[in-house]
């Protein structure tokens, strides 16, 4: 079982990966065994100028050419070169929680303590965290569950401020026909991933998700990560007025499950995907709190 009630994980004091020691080669071989067509789902969004975030904290994506075919033209004849080889470059400012993403376990804090118990003060330093960044986490391939709650619940998206409740999950892991376990990864799809990239005003504007009891309901049986296809994955505004992202502290600081952000899970509601095999490999940014990524399930 992944989660930690102490100062120190399960898995020792200087453990750094949290609930990923659960995905263990026999698991990563049950996973493939899953794949029968070597269909891929590619449940990310593109990222793009104009995608969603959050101010103050998230900035704007911006990405410019930095350096342009023209350029490099003029550079390489002045050196001598005949054959005219153009190259393009850009240069990208962005903050890692851009788009489809990932957080690292050091994203969030209870007061002045990281996952594992290790204090912010010694880990958050001006350039990175000097533990718990997203190049510590492994690569998950692991058997990933599709928690379809807009599905069973009738309706085309749940509306801000839904909760989904841990009956929720059980109903929708019920209809999905798997009984979610240890090393699986929980996609819960809320149908508000319709408005990203497309009404970001209203996407921005609140929305459905997961509370603490669904959450712990879901660390409780062992997942490595929990997936939504909204901005946070949990629900936005919290019931509880006193409280500002209360999953997250649970899922990252408590229980070390990374949470993945703002899927794209349309495609596999609409084809009855409910079980699969789940890719996700994080760049390596050393000390960074998140990573966009390009997760996909197999079929």
Known sequence: ???????????????????????????????????????????????AAGAPY???NQTPYLLSIFASWRDSLKRRRKLGFTNDAGGNLERIEMTTHVGTHI????????????????????TVTDWGLERLGIEQMPPMVTRGVLLDVAGFDGSSHLTPGRVVTPDDLARAEE????????????????????????????????????????????????????????????????????????VHQHALAEAGVHLIENLALDE????????????????????ATGCPVRPIAMV
């Open 175 to 246: 209809a999905a026909g798997v009984q979610i376990g240890e090393g699986d990864v929980a996609l819960i799809r809320t149908g508000w991933g319709r408005y990203f990239g497309v009404d970001n005003a209203r996407y921005l504007e609140g929305e459905p998700g997961i509370d603490v009891p669904a959450a712990r309901w879901l660390t409780s049986r062992g997942v490595v990560a929990i997936g939504a296809d909204n901005m946070a994955v949990e629900v936005l505004p919290n019931p509880d007025p006193r409280m500002g992202m209360p």
């Open 1 to 47: 079982m992944s989660g930690v009630t102490h100062d120190h994980s399960q898995w020792g004091a200087a453990d750094q990966i949290g609930a990923a020691n659960l995905l263990t080669a026999e698991r990563r071989l049950a996973a493939l065994g899953l794949v029968r067509q070597a269909r891929i789902y590619d449940v990310s969004h593109t990222i």
């Open 268 to 287: 596999l509601a609409r084809d009855g995907v409910r079980s699969f095999c789940f890719i996700l490999l994080a760049t390596k940014y050393k000390g």
């Open 103 to 122: 957080d690292a376990l050091g994203h969030f804090t209870k007061g002045d303590r990281l996952y594992n118990g290790f204090d912010a003060n010694e």
């Open 54 to 56: 959050m101010a103050p």
